[in-house]
């Protein structure tokens, strides 16, 4: 395995403090929102969040999804229903898929006061967790709920570095957490679609190799054609990623495959390739 490149790795140190802090304020939470990335559900949940959270109730909010086909909706939908999930379906960018979520905080909260009435204590408002991976859209998410910018929010991973309460209403608390991932990405497929979604910081990884990655997982979802679309060049048959990458470069800019590999993946990440998953539920890649 000489000639394989690093493996992806990327947990920087305020995540730790991060995740230390997470588990101290769930404490105090009555409903956690885990938001997962449209285009990877999968290699976007946390494996560790269901102990982190015990019995408290969890709502999957499959966030991004103006970056998906809106075809595939249902089928992320069939497939999370067997694993007895309901997904709410949001984008922060487009303010799709909010009122639900909150009206779902809502009922949480009347559950918890109706409790707290029975043992004779007063009402407080519900307090929900939006937690999750980096750059999935947590704080836009947020920023959506309460109409107005009140986190900060870039398409960069690990932009919030403090835990937030922010008040929605008086009825409703929502904590915005930064991204936690796990310390060890053990799956590098999954790594390298965090990597080409900016879901983890780009100091773990080289844009060339990723871009490749992209190219060759565009092929085996049939989805090359946009390459075509795109650039005017289309992916020739049994060629790979890397083949494809030093062509694009060959006639983009002076074979220069680090700049060509930025352009990719920022058209990609931008949705400027359309909407393009890189899972799909009947079909792990
Ligand atoms: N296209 C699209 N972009 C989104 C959506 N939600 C968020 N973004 C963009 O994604 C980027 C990251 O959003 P953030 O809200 O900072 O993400 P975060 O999960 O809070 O990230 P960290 O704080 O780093 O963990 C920003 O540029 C957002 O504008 C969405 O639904 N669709
Ligand atoms: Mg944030």
Redesign the pocket.
Known sequence: MRNSPPAIQWYPGHIAKAERQLKEQLKHVDVVFE?LDARIPLASQHPDVPQWIGEKPRLLLL?????IPPELKQAWENWFQNQGETVYW?????GIGVRPVIKAAQEVGVAVNAKRHSRGMRSRPVRAVVM??????????INRMVNRKV??????????RQLQWVRLSDEIQLL?A??VIPWKLESQEDAVKLAICEDIGEAAYDNEKVAERLIDLLQALDLAGVLGDRYHLPLEVEENGEGYLHRLADQRYQSDTQRVAVMLLNDFRR?DLGPIPLELPDRFI
């Open positions: 938001v966030n991004r999804v103006d970056m949001t984008s922060a960018k487009a999750g991976f980096p750059n999935v859209g947590k704080s836009a998410l986190a900060k929010s870039a398409r960069k991973a690990g932009v919030t915005d930064p991204g949705g």
